[in-house]
């Protein structure tokens, strides 16, 4: 009898250990949202962005930077009611940081020169920030740690992580 409380005990554990490793939670979608970005390296595909991303994806904009943010957003299973707004983009929807608040990853960077967006992959103590371009030189996806002071703006996940969690 006591064998089998054991054995009991030792399952409902194992169940426990499961269901707590596959629980989501806020770093593991952020790390979702990077590597989406990350797995678009090999083979770029703007149109596959806008086709997510785009309500309407009959007009498709040349520049897609914010398309892949979005569209890696989308795979970690957030904001999948956003969509692209011709002229507005996606951005308002999510919190601008204040100035001096660091960004998370997953989080989008905004610059003011071609109104860039990119994914922040990490914050670094050089004063560098990891970011994931699309659209970069040649419709690359690239890796750049551009100084904090040339990125206009940090735009914060949270408010789509709040509804997941």
């Known amino acids: 009898m006591n064998r089998n409380r054991l054995l009991i005990g030792i399952g409902l554990?194992?169940?426990?250990?499961?269901?707590?490793?596959?629980?989501?939670?806020?770093?593991?979608?952020?790390?979702?949202?990077?590597?989406?970005?990350?797995?678009e390296q090999a083979a770029p595909d703007p149109v596959k962005y806008w086709n997510d991303v785009l309500v309407n994806p009959s007009s498709k904009p040349t520049s897609w930077c914010g398309a892949l943010a979005l569209y890696a957003i989308h795979r970690a299973g957030l904001g999948l009611d956003i969509h692209w707004v011709i002229g507005k983009g996606f951005l308002y929807n999510l919190h601008q940081l204040p100035p001096g608040e660091d960004p998370k990853p997953g989080d989008v960077a905004y610059f003011d020169k071609y109104q860039h967006q990119a994914l922040v992959k990490s914050v670094n103590d050089d004063g560098t920030v990891t970011v994931i371009n699309g659209n970069a030189e040649g419709g690359a996806i690239t890796v750049t740690s551009p100084a904090r002071s040339k990125i206009a703006a940090f735009y914060s996940l949270q408010p789509l992580l709040a509804k997941v969690l």
């Open 13 to 39: 554990g194992a169940l426990a250990m499961t269901i707590l490793a596959t629980r989501k939670t806020e770093d593991s979608i952020r790390q979702q949202v990077i590597n989406a970005a990350l797995a």
